[in-house]
């Protein structure tokens, strides 16, 4: 099984889920990475991590991407071989941007490689839906561009990715607050007025034809939501704070990136203007964060030798 695998490098790039509207069915690439280099070993796993989570991150069978790993192999019908794992984090850990997500697809295609691609697209999704409960990072991480995905119960989701313009730039405003996804998905309600769900459905769609046509005026419109985002402004107030202070400085559109705490801004100009809004904004809301700009990652998890 090892012949040929002295060793290679999964990278993996990170998400942004929802983008308002999308609620569970949106996921978009962006352009920072997690990068994870397997080698095999004597015994294992042996796991080191450097950046992002080095010292809150499990280093041995309860690491994400070694429980993907084992998965990748039990669902081929074998077992995991004994690996040296190293983990060079650069998303940032519980903010909304696929941390998980990119272990776990990591891990899966870890182990698709070294079985030798004996397991389909289609079923590294499925697994890694298994997962992580849903499937917008882990989509979007694994194919790249913007992907929507929609799921029947018992049954593989159907996806297709979403051109993106190439001069779109995401401004996220990372906070140093973590915003535990277990949390942000307990406080939205199981139930929804009706007319939430149409304001849902006609936003999304708005935003989609928004994002293809490079249309401003729809992708801010577009973001809107009132599936979720409402309901998480009770646990995080600075969100609606930092979205409004990117709008004003001319984003496009500005939502939670996934279950938070980072907030996304889409924009086609000025980002740094936009970051500084967004920044000033959390500040005076006493909310310590960071800004990245980014662009949509059109190249999702990638294999190379060493």
Do not use: W
């Amino acid at each position: 099984m090892s012949e040929g695998f002295p060793g290679f490098r999964v990278r993996v790039p990170a998400t942004t889920a929802n983008l308002g509207p999308g609620f569970d069915a949106f996921g978009m690439a962006l352009t920072i990475y997690n990068d994870f280099t397997v080698r095999f070993s004597d015994n294992g796993p042996v796991v080191s991590i450097e950046g992002e989570g080095a010292g809150e991150l499990a280093r041995d069978a309860d690491n994400l991407f070694v429980q993907a790993f084992a998965r990748g192999f039990a669902a081929a019908g074998s077992a995991p071989p004994a690996i040296e794992l190293r983990m060079q984090n650069h998303i940032p850990l519980a903010r909304g941007l696929g941390s998980s997500a990119s272990a776990a697809i990591g891990g899966l295609v870890a182990a698709n490689r070294i079985l030798g691609d004996v397991l389909s697209v289609d079923r590294l999704l499925q697994l890694a839906c298994e997962i992580e409960g849903h499937p917008d990072n882990v989509a979007a991480a694994l194919f790249g561009g913007l992907v929507v995905c929609a799921a029947e119960s018992g049954a593989l989701p159907t996806y297709t990715r979403v051109s993106v313009p190439g001069q779109l730039q995401a401004v996220v405003c990372v906070p140093e607050q973590h915003l535990p996804t277990a949390l942000a998905r307990k406080v939205v309600p199981q139930e929804v007025a009706l007319s939430d769900a149409v304001y849902n459905i006609g936003h999304a769609a708005l935003l989609l034809t928004g994002i293809i046509n490079a249309d401003e005026v729809c992708i801010r419109v577009g973001m809107n939501d009132r599936l979720h985002q409402p309901y998480r402004a009770t646990i995080f107030p600075a969100m609606q704070p930092i979205m409004a202070a990117a709008l004003a400085a001319g984003a496009c559109g500005s939502a939670l990136s996934g279950a938070g705490s980072s907030i996304l801004a889409l924009t086609f100009r000025n980002p740094e203007v936009i970051a500084g809004a967004m920044l000033a904004a959390a500040q005076a809301h006493e909310t310590p964060a960071q800004t990245l700009t980014l662009a949509c990652a059109e190249q999702g998890a990638v294999v190379t030798r060493l």
